[in-house]
T-cell receptor
C-alpha cells in the first residue's frame, strides 16, 4: 500500500534536546496530521494542519504544512522521557473523512 | 465524551478461520474507518463506513468486509484468514460536515494468525 516518506527512521537523543522529523509525498495533500503511537496502543492525534504554510503548536510540539502541500515537519522542543514512542505523519487528499495515508514512522528514544 | 473502543483486545486464530472485530465510535461520530497495521509499518486503510454504507475502500481483497450499524458502531470481518493477516487492526471515527474533521483512533485489536 501507499505510504509517505518519513525521516529519520529512528532517533536516539538525550533528554532536553530538540527533535525534528519530516514527511514528504509525491502527491498534494489538503490535510496533514501528526500522530504518536505507544506500544500496543492506537495512534493519538498530536497536531492537525489544514492550510498550506500553516504553522501550529501544541505545547512543546510545532508542526508546519509545507507550502508545496507535499511535505510537513514536526519539531519537539526540550524532549522529555515520555516523548518516547513512534511518530507518524498522515495526509489526506481531500477534506474531512477521506482515508489517511500514513508515513513509515519515526521511532524516538529519549535517554535521561 | 466516550472515546473510540474496540473489542477484543487480542485474538489468536488459525489459517482458514474467520474473525469479527468490533468498534464503537466516539460519541457524536457517524463515520468509521478501519486500518491494518503490520509490525513496524504505518497503518494501511482498509475501508470506511458512513451512515451504514461503505464509503471508500483500500487495496484489500473481498474477504475483508464490514458493517456499520444504526448506532454507528462497526464490524470488520475477515474470512479465510492467512498468516499475513496477523496485524494490529485499528478503527478510527470522525464526524464529517463540521469543518476541520479529523480521525480519532481506538486502541486496536491485535490479531495473530497461526
Amino acid at each position: 500500500g501507499q505510504q509517505l516518506n518519513q525521516s529519520p527512521q529512528s532517533m536516539f537523543i538525550q533528554e532536553g534536546e530538540d527533535v525534528s522529523m519530516n514527511c514528504t509525498s509525491s502527491s498534494i495533500f489538503n490535510t496533514w496530521l501528526w500522530y504518536k503511537q505507544d506500544p500496543g496502543e492506537g495512534p493519538v492525534l498530536l497536531i492537525a494542519l489544514y492550510k498550506a504554510g500553516e504553522l501550529t503548536s501544541n505545547g512543546r510540539l510545532t508542526a508546519q504544512f509545507g507550502i508545496t502541500r507535499k511535505d510537513s515537519f514536526l519539531n519537539i522542543s526540550a524532549s522529555i522521557p515520555s516523548d518516547v514512542g513512534i511518530y507518524f505523519c498522515a495526509g489526506q487528499l481531500t477534506y474531512n473523512t477521506d482515508k489517511l495515508i500514513f508515513g513509515t514512522g519515526t521511532r524516538l528514544q529519549v535517554f535521561p | 465524551e466516550t472515546g473510540v473502543t474496540q473489542s477484543p483486545t487480542h485474538l489468536i486464530k488459525t489459517r482458514g478461520q474467520q474473525v469479527t472485530l468490533r468498534c464503537s465510535s466516539q460519541s457524536g461520530h457517524n463515520t468509521v474507518s478501519w486500518y491494518q497495521q503490520a509490525l513496524g509499518q504505518g497503518p494501511q486503510f482498509i475501508f470506511q463506513y458512513y451512515r451504514e454504507e461503505e464509503n471508500g475502500r483500500g487495496n484489500f481483497p473481498p474477504r475483508f468486509s464490514g458493517l456499520q450499524f444504526p448506532n454507528y458502531s462497526s464490524e470488520l470481518n475477515v474470512n479465510a484468514l492467512e498468516l499475513d493477516d496477523s496485524a494490529l487492526y485499528l478503527c478510527a471515527s470522525s464526524q464529517p460536515g463540521q469543518g476541520e474533521e479529523t480521525q480519532y483512533f481506538g486502541p486496536g485489536t491485535r490479531l495473530l494468525v497461526l
